[in-house]
C-alpha cells in the first residue's frame, strides 16, 4: 500500500479511497504481468530448442515475436530456466566464443513427444496471453479507471440489497454501453441560450 501522507499529492492519490496505480502492463514491485504458468517456459524453450539449436538471446528474441513485440522475457527469467534444463538434461549447451548454443537431447526431445498436449496448452496460453497484452497500450487514465471501479466495488462490503444491486448493476451496463457505442456527437445548442 502506498503511503498516501505524501507531501506530493496529485489526483488520485488516495485521498479518495483510489490509489495511483503503475502505468500499463506493470505490476507493483516493477515486475510486469505473469504470462507462463508454472512449467510453461521449460516446455516453450525445450521445443524451441528443438526445432533450431541457438542462444539464449535468440531464444529471447523468439518469444518476443511470438508476443508481436508486447512481451519479451528477461535473461533472468530465460538464463536460470536453460540451466535447468541443462542439468536435467533435456539439453546441452556448448560454448562458442564465450556464448552458449542449445541443443535438445535424445532424453529431451523424448519428453517434447511425452509433452505434446501439454505443449499445445503453452501455445494456446500464449494466444490467450498476447491478446491480452495488447490491451495493455490502452491509456494509463484507462487502467487507473477500471482499478478505481474494482477498488469500488470492492469497498462496497457486500452490503447488497436488492435495490442497490439494481443500481451498481444499471450504472455498469449503461457504462459498458456507452464504450461500446463510442464517442456520441453533442446536439449543436442553438446561439439563442
Known sequence: MRDHHSPHREHGDGRDGFEK????????????PRVFAPGDLKLLLLAL?????????????QIENMFD???????????????????????????EGGKKRYCVTDAGRASLSEQAIALDGVRMRIDVSKRSLRGQDRPAEIHE??????????????????EEIIRVSTLLNDAAKRIVEGPTLQPARESAE
Open 21 to 32: 496505480r503503475p502505468g500499463p502492463g506493470r505490476e507493483r514491485g516493477g515486475r510486469g
Open 49 to 61: 530448442i528443438a526445432e533450431q539449436p541457438c542462444h539464449g538471446y535468440d531464444l529471447i528474441r
Open 69 to 95: 513485440g508486447a512481451y519479451s522475457p528477461s535473461p533472468g527469467v530465460i538464463y536460470p530456466t536453460l540451466t535447468f534444463l541443462e542439468e536435467s538434461e533435456m539439453i546441452l549447451g556448448d560454448a
Open 145 to 162: 479507471a477500471v482499478h478505481n471501479l474494482r477498488h469500488a466495488l470492492h469497498m462496497h462490503h457486500g452490503r447488497w440489497s436488492p
